[in-house]
């Protein structure tokens, strides 16, 4: 079974960086797309970005300019640099990954971001 890891986390201060990682358990088959997400209190879930195991990437507007989204294949790892972070950047982010030709999700536990001074 699929188990998703993450660590970087933890408390940054204003434009300051974080380099998020996550690790996915076992071999990973067929078409897939890894991402993180991020969730606030009070706030819906959303999309920061995602990478295909094609290499291709997208990323939510609101951190376009400032984050890098990454793979490693031979290493089941993804990974989520973050740079000139924002008080509105704190939430707690989730791994995912998505198995296309199943259509099904894996989630990691989450992890805190928190950018304040």
């Known amino acids: 079974q699929v188990q998703l890891v993450e660590s970087g986390g933890g408390l940054v201060q204003p434009g300051g960086s974080l380099r998020l990682s996550c690790v996915a358990s076992?071999?990973?088959?067929?078409?897939?797309?890894m991402g993180w997400y991020r969730q606030a209190p009070g706030k819906q879930r959303e999309v920061v970005a995602t990478?295909?195991?094609?290499?291709?990437?997208a990323y939510a507007d609101s951190v376009k300019d400032r984050f890098t989204i990454s793979r490693d294949n031979t290493k089941n790892t993804v990974y989520l640099q973050m740079s000139s972070l924002k008080p509105e950047d704190t939430a707690v982010y989730l791994c995912?990954?998505?198995?296309?030709?199943?259509?099904?999700?894996?989630w990691g536990q989450g992890i805190q971001v928190t950018v304040s001074s």
């Open positions: 076992g071999t990973i088959f067929g078409v897939n797309r």
């Open positions: 995912n990954l998505e198995l296309i030709w199943s259509r099904t999700n894996h």
């Open positions: 990478v295909t195991n094609g290499g291709t990437t």
